[in-house]
């Protein structure tokens, strides 16, 4: 996959679903987060491969992605303090 094409965006489209879709599960009772986590992780590098990590814009959703999980787990644990 090289560049932003429409391979890329539906990739980025399925696993951005991914996450409700497994949160709105009743009997699996998982935040959103974790089900886009899950998605990221079926669908990356650990997973089956199917995304190119050195493709520049996976990278760039990476950077961005990864502040609203800092601000999840910020707000997680100022609770418990």
Known sequence: MQGFGFDTLAL???V???GPLLASLPRLRIPVIIG???AGLV????GF???DVANPTFQIFAHIGF???MFVVGGA?????
């Open 16 to 18: 951005g679903f991914a």
């Open 12 to 14: 980025l489209t399925a």
């Open 49 to 51: 491969g199917v995304a």
């Open 43 to 46: 669908v990356g590098k650990t």
């Open 36 to 38: 886009e986590l899950i």
């Open 77 to 81: 644990t100022s609770r418990w303090a």
């Open 67 to 69: 502040a609203p999980v």
